[in-house]
Nanobody
């Protein structure tokens, strides 16, 4: 069973940066998609960015393209989300999630309910 633990959230001013980390364990193979999702109060959980463990292909939501970068360290099973130029609308609880690959990350990432393993979340607040 995949186990995920997020860290790195906090309070940052608009325009600032944060790096989230997701420590993962329990993979039975490399055929997994791992993603970052976020949920703001009163809103649905949305896929922010995802990466394939097999070929490193990525997906970014339009709202974060050019500002966020996802990367993976397969040797240490850590997935990072570098967030730059943060905006108040990026404020949310951020979750790391994983699912066995049965489609491209571009198809999977927008559909949070498809992901079967979830971390506990880390809070990101962008405010002056």
């Amino acid at each position: 069973q995949v186990h995920l633990v997020e860290s790195g959230g906090g309070l940052v001013q608009p325009g600032g940066s944060l790096r989230l980390s997701c420590a993962a364990s329990g993979f039975s193979s490399d055929y997994y998609a791992i993603g970052w999702f976020r949920q703001a109060p009163g809103k649905e959980r949305e896929g922010v960015s995802c990466i394939s463990r097999t070929d490193g292909s990525t997906y970014y939501a339009d709202s974060v393209k050019g500002r966020f970068t996802i990367s993976g360290d397969n040797a240490n099973n850590i997935i990072y989300l570098q967030m730059n130029s943060l905006k108040p609308e990026d404020t949310a609880d951020y979750y790391c999630a994983a699912v066995a690959l049965f489609a491209t990350v571009q198809a999977l990432c927008p559909m949070a309910p498809l992901f079967s393993s979830w971390g506990q979340g880390t809070q990101v607040t962008v405010s002056s």
